[in-house]
T-cell receptor
Framework: DSGVTQTPKHLITATGQRVTLRCSPR?????VYWYQQSLDQGLQFLIQ???????AKGNILERFSAQQFPDLHSELNLSSLELGDSALYFC?????????????FGPGTRLTVT | AQTVTQSQPEMSVQEAETVTLSCTYD???????LFWYKQPPSRQMILVIR??????QNATENRFSVNFQKAAKSFSLKISDSQLGDAAMYFC????????????????FGKGITLSVRP
């Protein structure tokens, strides 16, 4: 158990809908990363937050957005869902921005868009 | 931009034998970190081993060791005395060293390799 929690574990929804994925980082971790794992794209970085502020963006679609709240949990919002958005979404947390600190991964949320 | 390449999609090893998983990467940076992650059927991402680029000594964690060749940009994982529980997908990953800014502290992953262990 990494100490990072993600809810829900599974999500099935229809095209065009909007969903919210939630991540609670390890106690004391200020940095949160979101990654998407799909068959087509593999594992890719979406976005990073540090202490409530967006710090880095990767291959995140405009239909997707995220935020980190004062209690440091983070939410990834996916809207106007398409079949291709079906993937495993991971959240990872780290104590700091500094690269020498480990990123600890949550168990992931499996999103299925039908 | 950095890229990570794992050219072997699948490998198989006999239980108790040794197997080496290959990874190459491309970067213009001199300081960085390299990782191997294991993803079993549960889909949890588990850190296996990490290597700091500034360290000449290859990292070792119990049955897992790496062969880090900085000039060749090669980072292979050796699993000794393979066990059935080692069966999983293995990802090689790269992370820049960006002290304090953290702007590039994301992980860049290879496509992964599926390792099966034969009893």
């Amino acid at each position: 158990d990494s100490g990072v929690t993600q809810t829900p574990k599974h999500l099935i929804t229809a095209t065009g809908q909007r969903v919210t994925l939630r991540c609670s980082p390890r106690s004391g971790d200020l940095s949160v990363y979101w990654y998407q794992q799909s068959l087509d794209q593999g594992l890719q970085f979406l976005i990073q937050y540090y202490n409530g502020e967006e710090r880095a963006k990767g291959n995140i679609l405009e239909r997707f957005s995220a935020q980190q709240f004062p209690d440091l949990h983070s939410e990834l919002n996916l809207s106007s869902l398409e079949l291709g958005d079906s993937a495993l979404y991971f959240c990872a947390s780290s104590v700091s921005l500094v690269s020498s600190y480990e990123q600890y991964f949550g168990p992931g949320t499996r999103l299925t868009v039908t | 931009a950095q890229t990570v390449t794992q050219s072997q999609p699948e490998m198989s090893v006999q239980e108790a034998e040794t197997v080496t998983l290959s990874c190459t990467y491309d970067t213009s940076e001199s300081d960085y970190y390299l990782f191997w992650y294991k993803q079993p059927p549960s889909r949890q991402m588990i850190l296996v081993i990490r290597q700091e680029a500034y360290k000449q000594q290859n990292a070792t964690e119990n049955r897992f060791s790496v062969n880090f060749q900085k000039a060749a940009k090669s980072f292979s994982l050796k699993i000794s005395d393979s066990q059935l529980g080692d069966a999983a997908m293995y990802f090689c990953a790269y992370r820049s060293e960006e002290v304090y800014t953290g702007a590039n502290s994301k992980l860049t992953f290879g496509k992964g390799i599926t390792l099966s262990v034969r009893p």
